[in-house]
């Protein structure tokens, strides 16, 4: 049962352009939805989250967009670079403190 | 920058052996947890602790794990007696806040072989 999804398991950008990575989520009682970026060899790391009272969220090249009632959200990079090849987590929560739930990743390749 | 630590990065061990991975939180964090990876497959949640108690678990989270807190700054997850399927990245991560109000800070992770 999967409930959180990334359906696109890699995606090629070149460096410059923007970088778009979808997520589509099941589960209308997830209101946290977070972005993991895991390089080879390391754990998750943190990069972006979005409260579901929220329909965008930014820090610098990296935006967030929330459409509840299509259950998607995705993680627009722009400009991409060399160093933001790594594969993406998408990962969303209930209330009360419920674990969090891990889409597939997307594995982002960007080409200088 | 404070960091999750985890302890062995690779274990190789025979089906039917005890593991014991080895994590230090963040030492100012109150949430604990574990999840782990098969290869090519999705990240999955198997436990989380607080307050010195377990206070969730996945079905993958049977008898056969068990997790401590020994003292004031490890956290370790047992696996009494291993399987192939066990086999998996094992992520500790902690948190300030609970899972669904703020960022989970995982360890470069152990990577379990089961033979």
């Known amino acids: 049962d999967q409930q959180v999804k990334q359906n696109s398991p890699s995606l090629s950008v070149q460096e410059g352009r923007i970088s778009i990575l979808n997520c589509d989520y099941t589960?209308?009682?997830?209101?946290?939805f977070l972005w993991y970026k895991k390089y080879p060899a390391e754990g998750p790391t943190f990069l972006i989250s979005?409260?579901?009272?929220?329909d965008k969220n930014e820090d610098g090249r990296f935006t967030v967009f929330l459409n509840k009632s299509a259950k998607h959200l995705s993680l627009h990079i722009v400009p991409s670079q060399p160093g933001d090849s790594a594969v993406y987590f998408c990962?969303?929560?209930?209330?009360?403190?419920?674990?969090?739930?891990f889409g597939k990743g997307t594995r982002l390749s960007v080409i200088a | 920058e404070p960091e999750v630590t985890q302890t062995p990065s690779h274990q190789v061990t025979q089906m039917g052996q005890e593991v014991i991975l080895r994590c230090v939180p963040i030492?100012?964090?109150?949430?604990f947890y574990w999840y782990r990876q098969i290869l090519g497959q999705k990240v999955e949640f198997l436990v989380s602790?607080?307050?010195?108690?377990?206070?969730?678990k996945s079905e993958i989270f049977d008898d056969q794990f068990s997790v401590e807190r020994p003292d004031g700054s490890n956290f370790t997850l047992k696996i009494r007696s291993t399987k192939l399927e066990d086999s998996a990245m094992y992520f500790c991560?902690?948190?300030?806040?609970?899972?669904?109000?703020?960022?989970?800070?995982f360890g470069e992770g152990s990577r379990l072989t089961v033979l």
């Open positions: 602790f607080y307050n010195n108690e377990i206070s969730e």
């Open positions: 589960n209308s009682m997830f209101d946290y």
């Open positions: 990962a969303a929560s209930a209330p009360g403190n419920t674990p969090l739930v």
């Open positions: 991560a902690s948190s300030e806040e609970g899972q669904g109000n703020g960022e989970l800070f």
């Open positions: 979005i409260s579901s009272i929220k």
């Open positions: 030492s100012n964090h109150l949430y």
